[in-house]
C-alpha cells in the first residue's frame, strides 16, 4: 500500500472529527482561555468601564490559597457534598434498577415513567419544591414536627444551619440525579447473561453474593461512567444552592466553590478573584475525572 493512501487513511477519522472538534474548540475551549487569562489579571468595573487590562500574575492565586475561607469553609462544601451526593446518586439508582429488573412490564413501565419525570424536572423548579417542603412556617417538614411536638416552627429555620441546609441539597440533587443512573444500570442490566446469575444461585450464592460477585464485576465499566458523570455534576453544582435561601451569599458559610466564585465576580465585581475561584474548581474536576478515567483504562487492560 502506498504511503500517502496510508497516510490518508490514518488521517480520516479525524477529517470527520473536525467539524465536532471545532466546535467543541469554540464553545468550550476558547472561553475556558478566556477564563484562565482572567485569571491573572485584576479585573473591576473599572477596567471594564476603560476596557483596560492589568495583569497581576499569579497574585489572585496566591490570594485564594492564603484565604482561609477557602480551606474552612468552600472547599470542604464543595468536596464532601460532591461525595455525599455521588455515593447516594449511585447507590439509589442502583436499587432503583435492581427494583425494575424484577418488575412486570405494566409496573415498570409506571416506575421508569415516574423515574423520568423526576429527571425531567428543572433544577430551578426541583429546588422550589424542596425549599416549599422544608419551609419554616408552612412547610409540610416543619408542619408535621410541629404537630408531633418535636420542634416550635417559629424557631426552627432549616436553611441557616449549614449541615441541614447541605442535607436539604442533597435530597435535591439525589432526587434529580439518581433516574440517569438507575436507566444507565437497569440498561446494563440486560446485558447480562441469565445463565451468570442462574449458575450463581445453583451454586448457593444469595442475593447479595449474586448482586456483589456477578452484577458489579459484569457492570464495572457502567458503574464508572455513571461515578465519573455524577462526580462532575455534583462538584458543579450552582442552582440548587444559590436559589436556597442563604446560598446567594447572604449566609456564606454555606458556599461551595461555584457559587462563591459567582459571588465574588458578580456580587463584588472581583472578576480575576472570581476567575481563580472558577479555574482551581475546574482544576479538580480534571484531576477527579481523570483519576477515575484511569481506572477505567486500568480495569479494561486487566480483562
Known amino acids: 500500500m502506498a504511503a500517502p493512501e496510508c497516510r490518508l487513511r490514518a488521517a480520516r477519522p479525524w477529517l470527520l472529527l473536525a467539524p465536532a472538534l471545532a466546535v467543541l474548540a469554540t464553545l468550550l ?4 482561555l478566556r477564563l484562565l487569562l482572567l485569571s491573572f489579571q485584576e ?11 492589568q495583569y497581576v500574575g499569579i497574585d489572585n492565586y496566591r490570594a485564594l490559597l492564603n484565604d482561609s475561607f477557602l480551606w474552612t469553609t468552600a472547599l ?4 464532601g457534598f460532591a461525595v455525599v451526593c455521588v455515593v447516594l446518586t449511585v447507590a439509589t439508582g442502583t436499587l432503583v434498577a435492581l427494583l425494575l429488573q424484577r418488575l412486570g412490564r405494566v409496573w415498570r413501565v409506571v ?9 425531567a424536572m428543572p433544577a430551578v423548579t426541583g429546588t422550589h419544591v424542596w425549599i416549599w417542603i422544608f419551609d419554616p412556617l408552612g412547610g409540610p417538614v416543619s408542619g408535621g414536627l410541629d404537630g408531633l411536638g418535636l420542634i416550635e416552627p417559629r424557631e426552627t429555620n432549616w436553611f441557616t444551619d449549614r449541615w441541614s441546609f447541605y442535607a436539604i441539597a442533597a435530597l435535591n440533587v439525589v432526587h434529580h440525579g439518581f433516574p440517569f443512573v438507575a436507566i444507565t444500570v437497569f440498561a446494563g442490566l440486560l446485558t447480562i447473561p441469565r445463565e451468570l446469575p442462574e449458575a450463581a444461585t445453583v451454586d448457593g450464592a444469595g442475593a447479595w453474593q449474586r448482586f456483589r460477585y456477578v452484577t458489579v464485576p459484569t457492570l464495572r465499566p457502567v458503574f464508572t461512567v455513571v461515578t465519573v458523570l455524577s462526580t462532575i455534576w455534583d462538584f458543579k453544582v450552582f442552582a440548587q444552592i444559590y436559589l436556597m435561601p442563604g446560598g446567594d451569599g447572604t449566609n456564606p458559610s ?3 466553590l ?19 475561584i472558577a479555574v482551581l474548581l475546574t482544576a479538580l474536576l480534571l484531576a477527579v475525572t481523570a483519576l477515575y478515567v484511569r481506572t477505567l483504562f486500568r480495569e479494561r487492560d486487566e480483562r
Open 111 to 119: 416506575v421508569s415513567a415516574a423515574v423520568m419525570a423526576a429527571w
Open 43 to 53: 479585573y473591576g468595573l473599572r477596567e471594564i468601564r476603560t476596557g483596560e487590562s
Open 258 to 276: 461555584g457559587v462563591w466564585s459567582y459571588v465574588r465576580s458578580f456580587g463584588r465585581n472581583d472578576y480575576g478573584q472570581g476567575a481563580a
Open 29 to 32: 475551549l476558547w472561553p475556558l
Open 76 to 79: 470542604p462544601n464543595t468536596v
Open 254 to 256: 454555606v458556599l461551595n
